[in-house]
């Protein structure tokens, strides 16, 4: 076991590239058993979550060959098997993103059922409704989810929550369906609209994607292609509130502006001056924070996936900060973390109210989640002493090289072993 051991830091300065992004890397990995032909990935993030969906293809028959920094070569003509190993599916519930693909193709899955988390019990009903929709027998038993269809049929499917993973694997099972499958209420994020662009340049009939209708005309086969993972929204926001929290002056490179516009907007009323320049963004906080609310929705709203950085962050904005969690039931776990660092918070159900401006102090803290334990590392930068963020493979599934990259700009943060 590892930890982090991070000191107070100062100022933040200089530059940080972002790698590829974690969820739109996993769905488009999984969709690469659509293809029958080579498929060339680039800007794929070296985590171990993508390590684990490349393992999850190596088991179903999928050829899987790493050809450099980022690049992959994935090969699904011989698909062989269609049922995944418990061992793969319970290191990662986003391995169920193999459902869609293996249902579309071979007409059959099966899978442990994907368990829940610290953040909440990551119900899977709406990927299941649009699976039956499209004609397809499910049985749950024992732990296990299969998925029958001797033929899959377009239908139009409404999802009652616009769920990430839902619109991904009902649209990844659709491409090869016949006729027309319609999602209304479909999920809007930027990971989506990756994922149909890859999906399209595989020969796939999608249209709509980023907005809440998606339409997809089932095609009989997929074949290969070149793609480039778009940059990660989330680890961009991450930098950014670092160099707020430290009162820097960061460059973060390798942007889509136009998905930072939460962010972005949170950080302006936070005081922060920020330069958008093309494929970057410069965050620059020379004066004190003032307090902000956050309210965590569906894209285009403020990102769940950043709650827990801006938390970091209020405790240093002085006044009363609110933060309203509306995506996931239980996703204020970092709190009581933050709490031994001295955070003034209190929790009332979905709604965190933080007093900020206290000083924090180093404590010993434990990644609860992955964007949890970015926030740990946020708090440490500030907080005298040293911070010991303990269970980080939470972090590294989702931040590639996190320390190398906290180091170039400034920050005193190293690995270390845990003593037994
Ligand atoms: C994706 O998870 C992301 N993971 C999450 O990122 C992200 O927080 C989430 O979307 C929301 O943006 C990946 O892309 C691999 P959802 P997903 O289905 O697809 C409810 C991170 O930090 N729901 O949109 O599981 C669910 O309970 C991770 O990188 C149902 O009720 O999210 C939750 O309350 C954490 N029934 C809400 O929808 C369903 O069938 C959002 O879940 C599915 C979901």
Excluded: W
């Excluded at 006044?319 to 309203?324: C, F, L, V």
């Amino acid at each position: 076991m590892e930890k982090l051991l991070v000191e107070s830091s100062g100022r933040l300065q200089g530059k940080v590239r972002i790698s590829g992004a974690k969820n739109a890397a996993l769905p488009i990995l999984a969709a690469c058993l659509l293809g029958t032909e080579d498929i060339y990935l680039e800007e794929v993030p070296d985590l171990k979550d993508v390590e684990i969906m490349c393992q999850v293809l190596e088991s179903l028959g999928a050829k899987v060959k790493k050809v450099g920094k980022g690049e992959l070569i994935i090969n699904s003509a011989n698909l062989n098997n269609y049922k995944t190993k418990y061992e793969l599916m319970s290191k990662m519930r986003a391995s169920f993103l193999v459902m869609g693909p293996l249902l579309g193709r071979l007409g059959k899955t099966e899978n442990s059922l994907p368990g829940g988390c610290s953040i909440g019990s990551r119900p899977i009903d709406l990927h299941l409704k649009g699976f039956k929709a499209l004609g397809a027998k499910v049985q749950t038993d024992f732990g296990n989810i299969s998925a029958y269809a001797d033929r899959l049929v377009g239908q139009k499917i409404y999802l009652d929550f616009p769920s990430v993973g839902a619109t991904e694997n009902i649209m990844m099972a659709a491409v090869l369906a016949e006729g027309e499958t319609i999602i209304d209420n479909a999920a809007m994020e930027p990971e989506i609209v990756d994922l149909s662009n890859f999906l399209r340049k595989l020969g796939a009939n999608v249209i709509g994607a980023g907005t809440s209708t998606i339409k997809i005309k089932g095609v009989p086969e997929l074949k290969g292609a070149r793609h480039s993972v778009i940059p990660d929204r989330i680890e961009a926001g991450t930098f950014m509130v670092a160099a707020a929290i430290t009162g820097g002056d960061v460059v973060v490179e390798n942007v889509i502006l136009n998905h930072m516009k939460p962010v972005i907007a949170k950080l302006r009323e936070a005081g922060c001056r920020i330069d958008e320049e093309g494929e970057s963004v410069r965050v620059l906080c020379e004066r004190g924070l003032k307090p902000i609310d956050i309210k965590t929705l569906p894209y285009p709203g403020f990102p769940t996936d950043m709650q827990a950085q801006f938390l970091a962050l209020m405790t240093r904005c002085n006044g009363i900060n609110i933060a309203i969690e509306t995506v996931f039931e239980n996703r204020f776990m970092h709190v009581d973390e933050l709490k031994k660092m001295g955070a003034d918070i209190r929790v009332e159900e979905r709604k965190a109210i933080v007093n900020g401006g206290k000083p924090l102090h180093g404590a010993k803290v434990r990644a609860t989640d992955l964007r949890a334990g970015a926030a740990l590392i946020l708090a440490g930068l500030t907080a005298t002493g040293t911070t010991e963020v303990h269970e980080i493979y939470h972090i590294d599934r989702g931040y590639e090289n996190i320390e190398e990259k906290f180091r170039k700009l400034g920050a005193k943060i190293t690995r270390a072993k845990v003593e037994d």
